[in-house]
């Protein structure tokens, strides 16, 4: 059974800093991993999906690297601003459906 | 663009109540989701369905039901609402190649029961 989790549960941060999150999982036999962001009371935004067979996948200030054999998956956030505060998820395939982390909720302090 | 609406975005329905959560997504996916979300247990799958009339349940599936008899229509029933069904409900619907693509998700429906 995969298992995710996202460590830390929360950040604070000053607008401009980097940002970087961490997502571990116990199954290395990954088919994929995504990282989704959720707005307090919304639902899930897809933010990368990094196939198994990538060590990283960027858009604009987000990049989101694979490495599978530790079992770990680091998202980076460049030159954060204070629309960036929300929760982060990270979220795997394990069988039939997608398992979860808890999340980092992230406050970017303007 | 990718759509997934959810009939409420907030419910209060009383114990005992029958309470029906509608969503629907016109990306004409096969693969339809039901979720819970709760504070310190994360997201968790209610039930799934991959083509019309078809389910299967998730890792919580007691005191719910689902159906599909549309494409693009996925119902979440909750036949006698009690107090610990009280969380936010998200959909998500994603293309038949499951897992090896994203899911789209909607924007959730908080239920309290009271």
């Known amino acids: 059974k995969q298992e995710v989790t996202q460590i830390p549960a929360a950040l604070s941060v000053p607008e401009g800093e980097n940002l970087v999150l961490n997502c571990s999982f116990t199954d290395s036999a990954i088919y994929n991993l995504q990282w989704f962001r959720q707005d307090p009371g919304k639902g899930l935004t897809s933010l990368l999906l990094i196939q198994s067979s990538q060590r990283e996948q960027t858009s604009g200030r987000l990049n989101a690297s694979l490495d599978k054999s530790s079992g770990r998956s680091t998202l980076y956030i460049a030159a954060s601003q204070p629309g960036d505060s929300a929760t982060y998820l990270c979220?795997?395939?394990?069988?039939?459906?997608?398992?979860f982390g808890a999340g980092t909720t992230v406050t970017v302090r303007a | 663009d990718v759509k997934v609406t959810q009939s409420s975005r907030y419910l209060v329905k009383r114990t005992g109540e029958k309470v029906f959560l509608e969503c629907v997504q016109d990306m004409d996916h096969e693969n339809m989701f039901w979720y819970r979300q709760d504070p310190g247990l994360g997201l968790r799958l209610i039930y799934f369905s991959y083509d019309v009339k078809m389910k299967e349940k998730g890792d919580i599936p007691e005191g719910y039901s689902v159906s599909r008899e549309k494409k693009e229509r996925f119902s979440l029933i909750l036949e006698s609402a009690s107090t610990n069904q009280t969380s936010m409900y998200l959909c998500a619907s994603s293309p038949p190649e499951g897992l090896q693509e994203t899911q789209y998700f909607g924007p959730g429906t908080r239920l309290l029961v009271l």
């Open positions: 979220a795997l395939p394990n069988d039939y459906k997608l398992s």
